[in-house]
Protein backbone atom coordinates (compact mmCIF):
# COMPACT_ATOMS: atom_id res chain seq x y z
CA UNK A 1 0.00 0.00 0.00
CA UNK A 2 0.97 3.84 -0.72
CA UNK A 3 -0.01 5.69 1.78
CA UNK A 4 0.33 8.79 0.02
CA UNK A 5 -2.92 7.33 -2.66
CA UNK A 6 -5.06 6.96 -0.28
CA UNK A 7 -7.94 9.18 1.16
CA UNK A 8 -8.97 7.37 5.09
CA UNK A 9 -11.72 8.01 7.35
CA UNK A 10 -11.55 7.28 10.75
CA UNK A 11 -14.52 7.09 12.85
CA UNK A 12 -14.23 7.92 16.61
CA UNK A 13 -11.30 10.23 15.78
CA UNK A 14 -11.68 13.03 18.52
CA UNK A 15 -9.68 11.36 21.30
CA UNK A 16 -7.86 8.40 22.04
CA UNK A 17 -7.02 5.47 19.60
CA UNK A 18 -8.81 7.49 17.12
CA UNK A 19 -6.81 10.60 17.06
CA UNK A 20 -3.37 8.91 16.78
CA UNK A 21 -4.96 7.23 13.74
CA UNK A 22 -5.37 10.72 12.47
CA UNK A 23 -1.97 11.73 13.18
CA UNK A 24 -0.44 8.92 12.11
CA UNK A 25 -2.39 9.16 8.94
CA UNK A 26 -0.97 12.50 8.36
CA UNK A 27 1.98 11.17 9.42
CA UNK A 28 2.41 8.70 6.57
CA UNK A 29 1.34 11.43 3.76
CA UNK A 30 -1.93 10.57 2.89
CA UNK A 31 -3.75 12.25 0.52
CA UNK A 32 -6.71 13.19 3.04
CA UNK A 33 -8.29 12.29 5.96
CA UNK A 34 -11.77 12.73 7.12
CA UNK A 35 -11.97 12.46 10.71
CA UNK A 36 -15.13 11.87 12.44
CA UNK A 37 -16.94 12.08 15.74
CA UNK A 38 -21.11 12.18 16.94
CA UNK A 39 -19.85 15.86 17.95
CA UNK A 40 -18.16 17.60 15.44
CA UNK A 41 -17.10 20.55 17.87
CA UNK A 42 -14.54 17.45 19.38
CA UNK A 43 -12.33 17.55 16.51
CA UNK A 44 -9.44 19.85 16.87
CA UNK A 45 -7.02 18.25 14.54
CA UNK A 46 -5.72 20.18 11.77
CA UNK A 47 -5.16 19.31 8.10
CA UNK A 48 -8.26 16.96 8.13
CA UNK A 49 -11.89 16.93 6.78
CA UNK A 50 -14.44 17.13 9.63
CA UNK A 51 -17.48 15.11 9.11
CA UNK A 52 -20.08 14.26 11.66
CA UNK A 53 -20.73 11.05 12.16
CA UNK A 54 -22.43 8.75 14.96
CA UNK A 55 -22.09 5.09 13.40
CA UNK A 56 -25.65 4.21 15.74
CA UNK A 57 -27.83 6.56 13.70
CA UNK A 58 -28.45 5.66 9.98
CA UNK A 59 -28.98 8.79 8.72
CA UNK A 60 -25.69 9.62 9.68
CA UNK A 61 -23.63 6.96 8.22
CA UNK A 62 -25.34 7.59 4.83
CA UNK A 63 -24.74 11.15 4.76
CA UNK A 64 -21.23 10.76 5.51
CA UNK A 65 -20.43 8.01 2.79
CA UNK A 66 -22.35 10.46 0.40
CA UNK A 67 -20.29 13.28 1.60
CA UNK A 68 -16.47 11.21 1.53
CA UNK A 69 -17.30 9.64 -2.05
CA UNK A 70 -13.41 9.36 -2.16
CA UNK A 71 -12.66 7.16 0.57
CA UNK A 72 -10.31 4.51 0.16
CA UNK A 73 -9.02 3.40 3.33
CA UNK A 74 -11.77 2.71 6.34
CA UNK A 75 -10.87 2.77 10.10
CA UNK A 76 -14.01 1.97 12.28
CA UNK A 77 -12.66 2.95 15.92
CA UNK A 78 -15.98 4.23 17.10
CA UNK A 79 -16.50 2.30 20.36
CA UNK A 80 -18.02 2.46 24.19
CA UNK A 81 -17.64 0.18 27.05
CA UNK A 82 -20.17 0.84 29.70
CA UNK A 83 -18.50 -2.03 32.12
CA UNK A 84 -22.27 -3.52 31.95
CA UNK A 85 -22.57 -7.51 33.13
CA UNK A 86 -24.75 -9.99 31.20
CA UNK A 87 -26.61 -11.77 33.98
CA UNK A 88 -27.84 -8.33 36.48
CA UNK A 89 -26.95 -6.19 34.46
CA UNK A 90 -28.70 -2.72 32.49
CA UNK A 91 -30.09 -4.53 29.36
CA UNK A 92 -30.18 -0.74 27.69
CA UNK A 93 -26.85 -0.94 28.34
CA UNK A 94 -26.11 -4.26 27.02
CA UNK A 95 -27.93 -3.35 23.40
CA UNK A 96 -25.83 0.00 23.45
CA UNK A 97 -22.60 -2.62 23.34
CA UNK A 98 -23.83 -4.33 20.54
CA UNK A 99 -25.56 -1.79 18.95
CA UNK A 100 -22.13 0.36 18.78
CA UNK A 101 -19.58 -1.93 18.00
CA UNK A 102 -21.89 -5.08 16.20
CA UNK A 103 -24.34 -3.39 13.87
CA UNK A 104 -23.13 0.48 13.99
CA UNK A 105 -19.95 -0.76 12.53
CA UNK A 106 -21.35 -3.13 10.36
CA UNK A 107 -23.84 -0.33 8.56
CA UNK A 108 -20.72 2.00 8.01
CA UNK A 109 -18.92 -1.18 6.25
CA UNK A 110 -22.48 -1.61 3.90
CA UNK A 111 -23.04 1.79 3.32
CA UNK A 112 -19.10 2.65 2.66
CA UNK A 113 -18.82 -0.85 0.58
CA UNK A 114 -19.53 0.81 -2.76
CA UNK A 115 -17.64 3.91 -2.23
CA UNK A 116 -14.28 1.52 -1.82
CA UNK A 117 -15.50 -0.32 -4.54
CA UNK A 118 -15.87 2.42 -7.15
CA UNK A 119 -12.54 3.70 -6.01
CA UNK A 120 -10.74 0.28 -6.78
CA UNK A 121 -11.30 -1.61 -3.60
CA UNK A 122 -9.47 0.21 -0.93
CA UNK A 123 -9.32 -1.25 3.15
CA UNK A 124 -11.37 -1.40 6.41
CA UNK A 125 -9.75 -1.87 9.21
CA UNK A 126 -12.06 -3.03 12.22
CA UNK A 127 -10.42 -2.09 15.91
CA UNK A 128 -11.45 -5.27 18.12
CA UNK A 129 -9.58 -6.00 20.82
CA UNK A 130 -8.12 -9.06 22.97
CA UNK A 131 -11.78 -9.54 24.59
CA UNK A 132 -13.12 -10.80 21.51
CA UNK A 133 -11.32 -13.92 22.46
CA UNK A 134 -11.97 -14.43 26.51
CA UNK A 135 -14.11 -12.21 29.04
CA UNK A 136 -13.03 -11.13 32.48
CA UNK A 137 -14.86 -10.01 34.99
CA UNK A 138 -17.11 -6.66 34.67
CA UNK A 139 -16.34 -6.99 30.76
CA UNK A 140 -19.67 -9.08 29.82
CA UNK A 141 -21.62 -6.75 27.45
CA UNK A 142 -18.45 -5.53 25.66
CA UNK A 143 -16.87 -8.86 24.96
CA UNK A 144 -19.46 -10.01 23.52
CA UNK A 145 -20.07 -7.03 21.77
CA UNK A 146 -16.66 -7.45 20.60
CA UNK A 147 -16.68 -11.22 19.74
CA UNK A 148 -19.52 -10.41 17.42
CA UNK A 149 -17.87 -7.68 15.84
CA UNK A 150 -14.56 -10.31 15.35
CA UNK A 151 -16.56 -12.78 13.25
CA UNK A 152 -18.67 -10.07 11.55
CA UNK A 153 -15.00 -9.13 10.32
CA UNK A 154 -14.42 -12.33 9.30
CA UNK A 155 -17.50 -12.83 7.40
CA UNK A 156 -17.13 -8.93 5.32
CA UNK A 157 -14.28 -10.11 4.60
CA UNK A 158 -14.90 -12.94 2.51
CA UNK A 159 -17.80 -11.19 1.16
CA UNK A 160 -16.13 -7.90 -0.33
CA UNK A 161 -13.26 -10.02 -1.66
CA UNK A 162 -14.26 -10.21 -4.97
CA UNK A 163 -14.59 -6.12 -4.92
CA UNK A 164 -10.78 -6.51 -3.81
CA UNK A 165 -11.46 -4.45 -0.91
CA UNK A 166 -8.89 -5.88 2.07
CA UNK A 167 -10.88 -6.17 5.43
CA UNK A 168 -8.39 -6.43 8.17
CA UNK A 169 -9.21 -6.88 12.49
CA UNK A 170 -7.24 -5.28 14.64
CA UNK A 171 -6.63 -7.09 18.21
CA UNK A 172 -5.12 -5.03 21.36
CA UNK A 173 -5.50 -5.57 25.09
CA UNK A 174 -5.12 -2.39 27.17
CA UNK A 175 -4.45 1.36 25.82
CA UNK A 176 -3.66 4.33 28.04
CA UNK A 177 -7.59 6.02 26.74
CA UNK A 178 -9.91 7.10 28.46
CA UNK A 179 -12.20 4.60 27.83
CA UNK A 180 -9.47 2.75 30.28
CA UNK A 181 -10.14 5.34 32.65
CA UNK A 182 -9.46 3.42 36.36
CA UNK A 183 -7.74 0.80 35.04
CA UNK A 184 -4.34 -0.29 37.38
CA UNK A 185 -2.70 -3.02 34.81
CA UNK A 186 0.17 -2.23 32.40
CA UNK A 187 -1.26 -0.36 28.90
CA UNK A 188 0.15 0.49 25.96
CA UNK A 189 -0.06 3.96 23.95
CA UNK A 190 -2.80 4.43 21.87
CA UNK A 191 -0.29 5.54 19.09
CA UNK A 192 1.22 1.99 18.82
CA UNK A 193 -2.40 0.61 17.97
CA UNK A 194 -2.48 2.86 14.77
CA UNK A 195 1.41 2.23 13.90
CA UNK A 196 0.83 -1.95 14.10
CA UNK A 197 -2.16 -1.37 11.97
CA UNK A 198 -0.79 1.12 9.18
CA UNK A 199 1.94 -1.16 9.07
CA UNK A 200 -0.09 -4.90 8.29
CA UNK A 201 -2.07 -2.85 5.99
CA UNK A 202 1.10 -2.10 4.16
CA UNK A 203 1.70 -5.35 3.73
CA UNK A 204 -1.39 -6.62 3.35
CA UNK A 205 -2.12 -8.69 6.83
CA UNK A 206 -5.93 -9.45 7.60
CA UNK A 207 -5.25 -9.24 11.32
CA UNK A 208 -2.88 -7.53 13.43
CA UNK A 209 -1.92 -8.72 17.22
CA UNK A 210 -0.44 -5.26 19.03
CA UNK A 211 0.67 -6.71 22.10
CA UNK A 212 1.93 -9.48 23.80
CA UNK A 213 -1.31 -10.00 26.12
CA UNK A 214 -3.29 -10.34 22.85
CA UNK A 215 -0.93 -12.77 21.50
CA UNK A 216 -1.30 -14.98 24.49
CA UNK A 217 -5.19 -14.90 24.54
CA UNK A 218 -5.36 -16.21 20.63
CA UNK A 219 -2.54 -18.95 21.50
CA UNK A 220 -4.55 -20.24 24.74
CA UNK A 221 -7.28 -20.54 22.21
CA UNK A 222 -6.12 -24.02 21.56
CA UNK A 223 -5.67 -25.45 25.09
CA UNK A 224 -8.20 -26.52 27.50
CA UNK A 225 -9.90 -23.27 28.63
CA UNK A 226 -9.67 -24.37 32.28
CA UNK A 227 -5.89 -23.83 32.04
CA UNK A 228 -6.55 -19.92 30.97
CA UNK A 229 -9.23 -18.91 33.18
CA UNK A 230 -8.20 -20.57 36.51
CA UNK A 231 -4.88 -18.91 35.50
CA UNK A 232 -6.94 -15.51 34.90
CA UNK A 233 -8.80 -15.87 38.31
CA UNK A 234 -5.83 -16.02 40.15
CA UNK A 235 -4.24 -13.02 38.72
CA UNK A 236 -7.24 -11.07 39.61
CA UNK A 237 -6.97 -12.33 43.27
Same mark, same amino acid.
Given at each position: ??????? @?? $????????????????????????? @????? $??????????????????????? @???????????????????????????????????????????????????????????????????????????????????? @???????????????????????????????????????????????????????????????????????????????????????????
Amino acid at each position: MNFTDQV @AL $VTGANRGIGRQFVEELKERGVKKVY @ATSRR $VESLDIPGVEVLQLDITDHNSVV @AAARAATDVTLLINNAGISTGTTLVTGDLSAIHREIDTHFWGTLDVIREFAPVLAANGGGSISNVLSALSWFQAPGNGAYGVAK @AAEWNMTNAVRMELAEQHTLVQGVHLGAADTDIMAGYEGAMIHPRQVAKATLDGLAVGLIEVIVDDWSAMVKASLADDPKVFYDGLLAQLG
